[in-house]
């Protein structure tokens, strides 16, 4: 298509043949093969420099590759109602629709919809001969006047675009010429589009899923960049401003402090290990300075297990200070061991009932 030319709408009617079958409208004859003019008046507002339209077997593959390409099958309503919808106000349902993918071509007689599906209002009204018509909705060169989309059809008995102005026609045109057809020159696509697919470092010929992509992947960037310029700007003000002293802690002081809080828990456990320790000697439980030092050595690595050990040792009275006896007969009290057995007893971790077990074991033995 030449530049600065852009695609016009146009209609064509044609008048229903019915097969006088129960599938009474098994296909429509959308537009003759050659070249032809508009049936009615009003259609001839917006004509090709041509003087006619024009369809062949080079255009109709062309018009048909686009038909197969469309995602969505092409609308058949009544009286051309979906192009009108915008200017009247009323809905535009639909009496049928037609699959690109079953669209033919038959030289000398021209293009057809075959396959279509079409409501049971529709097929009520066809069988009641309320509609005799039907009226193909297409796009054409302003120039040339070849076909270069089928963009619906309607059920008619006026078959015109009656009721749109000049204007409205050239504003459908646009819009339909956007939706059916690709971009074909510069001239074709929107400036402020080009301009987004330029910033989004996109060609023209990029397609919508590029674009929502690209333009995704640019608000993610957006909004990394925003929170690092947040975090940038955290840090700067926190460089500038001076730590508040009753809100912070230097590291020195967290490390006396620490140093201090070691030396009272050490304290707290000598404390702890000389009041095990005098309550034991108290009590004739330390039978030397080696036994002392070695309680001392396991208190200070488990202190529960001192308490354990000095727990399980008998009191010894002469140790202690008082008579061997304590005012009992002798032989009834604890003091059978004598202070070599008892010293190692402690430097062993044996209990005094263990280690006279082990001696009469050691006496049969040796019976």
């Known amino acids: 298509m030449p530049k600065s030319t852009a695609p016009l709408l146009a209609a064509f009617a044609v008048q229903i043949k019915r097969t006088g079958d129960d599938d009474a409208v098994p296909e429509l004859h ?22 006619t339209y024009r369809m062949n077997a080079q255009i ?38 037609m699959a690109g993918a079953k669209f033919v071509f038959r030289p000398g007689e021209g293009l057809f919809a075959q396959g279509v599906q079409w409501t049971a209002r529709a097929k009520q009204m066809l069988d009641d001969d309320e509609y005799r018509y039907q009226s193909a909705t297409f796009l054409y060169h302003p120039e ?18 009656d009721g749109l102005t000049s204007a409205q026609l050239a504003a459908l045109s646009a819009q339909f010429a956007r939706q059916f057809l690709p971009p074909t020159s510069e001239d074709d696509m929107n400036p402020l589009l080009k301009a987004l697919l330029e910033g989004l470092g996109l060609p023209e010929t990029a397609t919508t899923e590029q674009g929502v992509s690209a333009l995704a992947a ?3 960037q957006a909004a990394q ?8 700007a955290q ?13 912070f802690v230097s590291v020195e002081a967290v490390a006396s402090l620490n140093t201090e809080l070691a030396a009272l828990r050490a304290q707290a456990v000598q404390g702890e290990l000389d009041q095990v320790m005098d309550q034991a000697k108290a009590e004739g439980k330390v039978a030397s300075d080696v036994v002392e030092k070695t ?42 061991l004598n202070q070599a057995e008892l010293a190692v007893c402690a430097a062993m971790g044996m209990t005094p009932e263990q280690f006279k077990a082990g001696k009469q074991a050691q006496g049969l033995a040796n019976g």
């Open 30 to 51: 959308l537009l003759p093969d050659g070249e032809f003019k508009p049936q009615a008046a009003e259609d001839a507002r917006e004509m090709p420099k041509s003087g």
């Open 60 to 97: 109709a593959e062309r018009v048909i590759a686009l038909a197969r390409a469309s995602v969505n099958d092409l609308p058949i309503d009544y009286e051309h109602q979906t192009q009108q919808a915008a200017n009247n106000g009323q809905p535009a349902p639909a009496a049928g629709w």
């Open 144 to 161: 040339t006047g070849d076909v270069l989309a089928i963009v619906g059809a309607a059920l008619t008995n006026r078959p015109a675009l």
């Open 218 to 220: 640019l608000k993610s």
């Open 225 to 232: 960049a925003g929170q690092i310029a947040g975090l940038n």
């Open 235 to 247: 840090i700067a003000t926190l460089k500038s401003t001076p730590p508040d002293p009753t809100k």
């Open 295 to 336: 309680w001392r050595d396991i208190g200070k690595a488990d202190l529960a297990q001192l308490k354990a050990l000095v727990a399980a040792t008998p009191a010894n009275p002469v140790l202690a200070g008082k008579r061997q006896t304590d005012g009992k007969q002798p032989g009834q009290g604890v003091g059978e």
